[in-house]
Antibody, heavy 121, light 106 residues
Framework: EVQLVESGGGLVQPGESLILSCAAS????????MTWVRQAPGKGLEWVAN????????YYVDSVKGRFTVSRDNAKNSLYLQMDALRADDTAVYYC??????????????WGRGALVTVSS | DIQMTQSPSSLSASVGDRVTITCRAS??????LAWYQQKPDTAPRSLIF???SLHTGVPSRFSGSGSGTDFTLTITNLQPEDSATYYC?????????FGQGTRLEI
């Protein structure tokens, strides 16, 4: 069974940094693209970033470019989101997700439960 | 960026009904469209990819169609557990973008 468990969320002040982690199990992590999607309170879904199997292709939504960095450690079956210079509008639940399959790679097929990040002074 | 517009924003239906949600892209995206279901305070669930392919474990009551700029999600024989918000998403090009969501009340 595919399992994705996010951790590292919490309350931070504007301008601070936070690292989200996603522990993957139940599949061969190194075979799949991974995705971060976020959802601000009461709002819709927003794609944040994609990373390919060996981190040679990484894509971001414009609003986080230069501030967020997605990475992965295939030996640890883990995905990360380094978030710097956080702003109030980064407040959201952040979901880690695995690609549908090895062919349909750009979009989520399996989701974690999410981690809440709150940016507030 | 490709804008995705869903309609309606919300709808109400009854058990056993058939409902259709539409999604329009601001430019052609081929069949590179996905649909998701989200219930309150839970993670999204993947329903459909490539416009019409059902994700593993999704009931056949759900179906998707369309290509180019116009797409539909159809749910037949509505069940109480189908009450949720539904999102479309294009993945033809980066940045990947979602529609604003359609809230379905049963």
């Amino acid at each position: 069974e595919v399992q994705l468990v996010e951790s590292g969320g919490g309350l931070v002040q504007p301008g601070e940094s936070l690292i989200l982690s996603c522990a993957a199990s139940g599949f061969s992590f190194s075979d799949y693209w991974m995705t971060w999607v976020r959802q601000a309170p009461g709002k819709g879904l927003e794609w944040v970033a994609n990373i390919n199997q060996h981190a040679t292709e990484v894509y971001y939504v414009d609003s986080v470019k230069g501030r967020f960095t997605v990475s992965r450690d295939n030996a640890k079956n883990s995905l990360y989101l380094q978030m710097d210079a956080l702003r109030a509008d980064d407040t959201a639940v952040y979901y880690c997700a695995r690609a549908v399959n090895v062919v349909v790679s750009a979009i989520p097929g399996y989701w974690g439960r999410g981690a809440l990040v709150t940016v507030s002074s | 960026d490709i804008q995705m517009t869903q309609s309606p924003s919300s709808l109400s239906a009854s058990v056993g009904d058939r409902v259709t949600i539409t999604c329009r892209a601001s430019q052609p995206i081929g069949v590179w469209l996905a649909w998701y279901q989200q219930k309150p305070d839970t993670a999204p669930r993947s329903l459909i990819f490539a416009a019409s392919s059902l994700h593993t474990g999704v009931p056949s009551r759900f179906s998707g169609s369309g290509s180019g700029t116009d797409f539909t999600l159809t749910i037949t024989n509505l069940q109480p557990e189908d009450s949720a918000t539904y999102y479309c998403q294009q993945y033809n090009s980066y940045p990947i973008t979602f529609g604003q969501g359609t809230r379905l009340e049963i």
